[in-house]
Structures are given as structure tokens and as C-alpha cells.
């Protein structure tokens, strides 16, 4: 069965600083890969994914992520982290062979400094 | 972008009562749905993938019984909770799949007293 990792539980940031948040899967097909953002009080919110082609992939407010699969990771990637990037993060992978059903990571609580 | 929207928001009920909430795909048509419940500060966790006109399947775990799901068109899905306890009470959220991307609802936190 698929599952998904995600080792940090909660990483402390100073403005400006740069992220790293980890992301581990295991499955040994085809995969596709998310990365979500759900802000104190909001709904989940999709901030990029993966589903072929360029591993490095580029997604909304400064956002990366890059495709390791010899790895089985996708970790998320900011250079700069702001006040507002203050929320819950989650990876979620989807296996082609799954019916479509996302399968989520624990999360990670991120908290920016001022 | 696609918008699902989930009714109502929020909901208490007394225990042994049931709950029915809905989830809508607003501006296109979904054939797969999926119910998620999360606790507080934790993940979401997979309850049951809904399909459109057939039976539900749920994951491991989740009792059938007690989480009646029914995907009566292509655009709604509800998900009734019968006889309530206080250790239903959670975060509801549904998702819906259009095309190869899956959207989220607002979600529906339950309460049980």
C-alpha cells in the first residue's frame, strides 16, 4: 500500500530564511504528487504538483518542488519564507493504479517569526 | 479554478442523532468523491472513495454502517453519520475529482455532545 512521510512534525522559521520541508513516499509504480497548504482556519489549498515530465516543478506564492525517484521524495522549497507562509503543509501522493484516491502525509506546521 | 462547496460549515448535534453533509461540485461535473476526516492539529485521513451511481468503498477501518455515503449525480455526494457519538465529532472534507485533479471542499466540523 501506498504512504507518504513526512518527517518534519513542526519546523520554527525567521522571515527570510529558507525552507526545506521533506516529503518520502513509498510505492513502486507511477505516481503523482502534491503538495497542499491549508492556512489557520482555511481550506486546503493546492499549491503545486507532479505528474510527468520536469521533476523541478513551480507552484504558486515562491514555491518548488523537486522529483527524486530514486529517492521516492518530493521535497517542498522556498528561498524565502514570509510571515504569511505561517500554516500546515501537506504532502499527498495518488498511485495510478489506485482509483485516483489521495493518500496525505501527518503534515507539517510551519511557523514564521517576524 | 473549480470550485466544491460543502454544506453546512459547521453542525452540533446530540448524541445518537444523525447528520447528513453535502458536498457539491459547483462548476463541473465529478464522477469520484472522496470523504476525508481530519482531527485536530493531524492529517486528513481517507474514509471512502464515492462514485457516482454504484456503491461506496471504504478504507480499512471505517464502518459502512455508521458513515452512509450516496453519489446521487454527477455534482453531489452527501455523507450521513447515524447515531452520532461524541467521538464522531470532526473535521469533514470531501474532494471531488475533475479530470486528473482533485479539488477540496471547505469542510464541515461536526459536533457531538
Known amino acids: 500500500a501506498q504512504s507518504v512521510s513526512q518527517h518534519n512534525h513542526h519546523v520554527i522559521l525567521s522571515e527570510a530564511a529558507s525552507l526545506e520541508l521533506g516529503c518520502n513516499y513509498s510505492y513502486g509504480g507511477t505516481v503523482n504528487l502534491f503538495w497542499y497548504v491549508q492556512y489557520p482556519g482555511q481550506h486546503l489549498q493546492l499549491l503545486l504538483k507532479y505528474f510527468s515530465g520536469d521533476p523541478l516543478v513551480k507552484g504558486i506564492k515562491g514555491f518548488e518542488a523537486e522529483f527524486i525517484k530514486s529517492k521516492f521524495s518530493f521535497n517542498l522549497r522556498k528561498p524565502s519564507v514570509q510571515w504569511s507562509d505561517t500554516a500546515e503543509y501537506f504532502c499527498?501522493?495518488?498511485?495510478?493504479?489506485?482509483?485516483?484516491?489521495?493518500?496525505f502525509g501527518s503534515g507539517t506546521r510551519l511557523s514564521i517569526r517576524p | 479554478g473549480a470550485v466544491v462547496s460543502q454544506h453546512p460549515s459547521w453542525v452540533i448535534c446530540k448524541s445518537g442523532t444523525s447528520v447528513k453533509i453535502e458536498c457539491r461540485s459547483l462548476?463541473?461535473?465529478?464522477?469520484?468523491m472522496f470523504w476525508y476526516r481530519q482531527f485536530p492539529k493531524q492529517s486528513l485521513m481517507l474514509m471512502a472513495t464515492?462514485?457516482?451511481?454504484?456503491?461506496?468503498?471504504?478504507e480499512q477501518g471505517v464502518e459502512k454502517d455508521k458513515f452512509l455515503i450516496n453519489h446521487a449525480s454527477l455534482t453531489l455526494s452527501t455523507l450521513t453519520v447515524t447515531s452520532a457519538h461524541p467521538e464522531d465529532s470532526s473535521f469533514y472534507i470531501c474532494?471531488?475529482?475533475?479530470?486528473?485533479?482533485?479539488?477540496f471542499g471547505p469542510g464541515t466540523r461536526l459536533t457531538v455532545t
Open positions: 462548476d463541473f461535473q465529478a464522477t469520484t
Open positions: 499527498a501522493v495518488n498511485a495510478d493504479s489506485s482509483a485516483s484516491k489521495i493518500i
Open positions: 474532494s471531488a475529482r475533475g479530470g486528473v485533479e482533485q479539488y
Open positions: 464515492s462514485n457516482e451511481g454504484s456503491k461506496a468503498t471504504y
